[in-house]
């Protein structure tokens, strides 16, 4: 910043050549983030529109004058865990009443108001398409104004915004390529609390992923809720995961989330013509009964969604795959419950994030179908179903036995220095023995043992 000359202000704020208000100069903000990669994603704009703003980022709450709480509203538990940490920062307002607490995501854009009432804690609520307001938002709280910016954009794509990356390892970068969804899955909250789709231009994705590469980064996860949405201009998804995959073959692709119903072949052979593509889908199924399926208006069948699963298989033999699972969706009887199971053994996924439903509000489901399986049966179900991915899980792990693979070292194990992690192109965390300064780098490991969740192996000399 360029100081020109200074005025002491009676409101002990600084004027200088530049116009630049002390109010936000060099004022410390922390940001903690919930919820989905998305919301990481997320954060990283919202920090970079502060800094742009004088702000300065910290990482210990306990020194912030300002505290950004970024929220995901996907169920009732993750609102509450917000809820609790509300508390914390209630009490540290009684040692630092300056302290100004802003609620942004999911959860502001889902109670708007209503929580601003209920949490007095609170000074402001910004919605995922309100971050440009943030800054406002700050200087309204500074004069005793509590305010809430839930307005949803259909063409806010942030596109031009450069993120400040949070996850200090410097591997591993997510870019949003699209926000918001169109899909009404009837139990979903996302389409009310992120909006209608829309997809950023080809050119910043590819700009972004320039920069994170020139930056050392190694990897990037494109991300949407539905990525196979994506379309800008006459660039479809297929295209700009080529385009992606051409900024360099020493850079990783990922995707996610991809949608059953739109998940096409072209993407499939774009991923097996490209060896920097890792070989690792996201399909989420939620339901192996096609009347489940209808009543979460997924807009897909059993039958249609095997098909792309075997279309997967045909075509990219050695892929991963792994999917969510809802247990106790409204009126899932025992059959549709075996046919979530029995779609499970058939798809013999990697892994899997499975959930009891969680009713939330005004969505089509809670408008319109009772959540009428009982708790203990949502929870048997639930635990068969993880039983059964556990098992999956570690057969899959237990075929890689002796195999070496390509590992992207991310970083080092939080048991020991000496150890260090990273993934295969099947998105499988291993760990072996290495020197830090293989952070970033490839290296080929061999496995040598293994347990359900994690590889374990000696990297080739
Ligand atoms: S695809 Fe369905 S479940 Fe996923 S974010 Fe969109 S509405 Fe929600």
Redesign the pocket.
């Known amino acids: 910043m360029i100081v020109f000359f200074l005025l002491t202000n009676t409101d002990n704020t600084f004027q200088c050549g530049a116009t630049v208000k002390y109010n936000n100069f060099m004022k410390k903000f922390y940001i903690e983030t919930y919820g989905c990669q998305m919301n990481v994603a997320d954060s990283e704009l919202v920090v970079s529109l502060l800094q742009d703003k004088g702000y300065k980022l910290t990482e210990n709450y306990k020194e912030s004058d300002i505290i950004l709480v970024n929220t995901c509203a996907v169920r009732e538990k993750a609102e509450l865990r917000v809820r609790g940490k509300l508390t914390l920062y209630k009490n540290l307002k009684k040692t630092n009443p300056n302290l100004k607490v802003g609620l942004l995501g999911c959860m502001g854009q889902r109670t708007k108001d209503e929580l601003l009432e209920q949490e007095p804690v609170l000074d402001f609520i910004a919605g995922p398409d309100a971050y440009r307001d943030l800054h406002n938002l700050i200087e309204k709280a500074e004069i005793g104004q509590r305010a809430v910016n839930v307005q949803l954009s259909k063409e806010e794509t942030y596109g031009d915004l450069k993120p400040v990356r949070l996850d200090k390892n410097g591997v591993t970068a997510f870019i949003s390529i699209s926000r918001g969804?169109d899909?009404?899955?009837s139990f979903?909250i996302?389409?009310f609390t992120r909006g209608r789709e829309r997809s950023r231009s080809d050119k910043s994705i590819i700009d972004e992923a320039k920069n994170a590469f020139e930056k050392g980064y190694r990897e990037v996860t494109l991300l949407g809720?539905?990525v196979d949405k994506y379309k800008f201009e006459d660039v479809d998804f297929a295209k700009l995961l080529q385009k992606v995959a051409n900024v360099s073959k020493k850079l990783r692709v990922r995707f996610s989330t991809s949608?059953p119903h739109d998940f096409t072949n072209k993407v499939i052979q774009v991923m097996a013509d490209n060896e920097n593509i890792c070989k690792s889908i996201h399909l989420p199924v939620q339901s192996g009964s096609t009347r489940m399926l209808e009543k979460m208006k997924r807009g897909y069948t059993r039958e249609w969604y095997m098909d792309r699963i075997s279309a997967i298989k045909k075509i990219i033999p050695e892929c991963a795959i792994s999917t969510d699972i809802i247990a106790g969706f409204c009126s899932e009887t025992d059959d549709d419950h075996k046919d979530t199971i029995s779609l499970m053994k058939w798809a013999n996924y990697d892994t899997a994030f499975m959930f009891k439903y969680s009713e939330r509000p005004n969505n089509y489901a809670q408008r319109n179908y009772a959540d009428d399986i009982p708790e203990d049966v949502k929870s048997e179900r639930l635990s068969e179903i993880i039983e059964l991915q556990s098992n999956m899980s570690y057969e899959s792990n237990k075929q890689d036995l002796g195999k070496t693979f390509e590992v992207l070292v991310e970083g080092t194990s939080k048991r020991s220095e000496k150890r260090l992690f990273g993934r295969n192109s099947q998105n499988k965390v291993i760990i072996f023995d290495g020197n830090k300064k293989l952070v970033g780098k490839y290296v080929n490991v061999t496995v040598n043992k293994f347990t359900q969740a994690t590889l374990l192996g000696e990297m080739n000399e």
């Open positions: 969804c899909n009404m899955c979903c996302v389409p809720q539905n949608y």
